[in-house]
């Protein structure tokens, strides 16, 4: 995998759907947009070609699709990783702070890509994107919304002190860059359907640990409450999910069941190189010392007391 195209693809991709206003130059903005997209796809066929052959095992009739799909939560590329019980029981505030800044920097919006994902669906599956986006938006509630409750937790930990000692590992980025090219391209858009299943199927686990590690490092519950309350939320958004847009997708149109599965895939593999290489990182994986901690003296300064 190619980490040049990932940080590339990843810097064109940051401000891509900000709002903006219409000038003269135009068509230098068509010309850009052009080669992001030519970018992107080159990424992300280069991606499905490594997990094609595990997708095509998928069944396309719907009950047994929903079977297969919901397996990935103990068979699927990353699950049940060592990192995430590590990150609960073990983990320092130094390294929590690393862990963190990753993901924080992968983070590709999940309320944007429903957005994005339910343009022109059929309407079972659209009203359950939909009310997954309001969850998301905190039923109209802004203390509620799950972004700002990333950035609180991002606020309390300081991570804004580490942008320029701790950089981001590229697999952090292609996380990001996939989730962000599937829902944009509605040639894609089964694949993002099966890859915002596969976050709501895998991240409850992974949610219930970090939040556990947080609480142990005395990270006060509000900040802390976006993994708080995915541990729990997304449970009842998976089950949904499969239900109300897999099942009737897979129905309707036989074919969508091997995209569906490719996306899921997808974003599984991107998540299992993320853990790897956190695991590498942050040492759990060698008897030497962690690499983080040889960038303790510039960070140490800037950490918060409570994760001390």
Known sequence: MSEAQHRRLAELNRGRFDPRFPEASWQEDVDADHALRVLEGEVIERERSMIAARAQAAPTDPDSFVAWFEALEASGPGQHDPLFPWIAETATGEQMRWFLRQEVAGEAGFEDLVALAQLRLPEQPKLELARNYWDEMGRGNAGGMHGPMLARLATAVDLASLEETVPVVWESLALGNIMLGLAANRRYAYHALGALGAIELTAPGRAALVNQGLKRLKIAGHARHYFALHATLDIKHSAAWNEEVLHPVVAAEPRA??????????????????FERYRAELGLDQSQPSR???????VRSAVPMSLR
């Open 292 to 298: 983080v901690s040889s960038a303790s003296r510039v």
């Open 257 to 274: 069941a091997i995209a569906i599965a490719e996306g899921a895939l997808l974003r599984l593999e991107a998540g299992r190189r993320c």
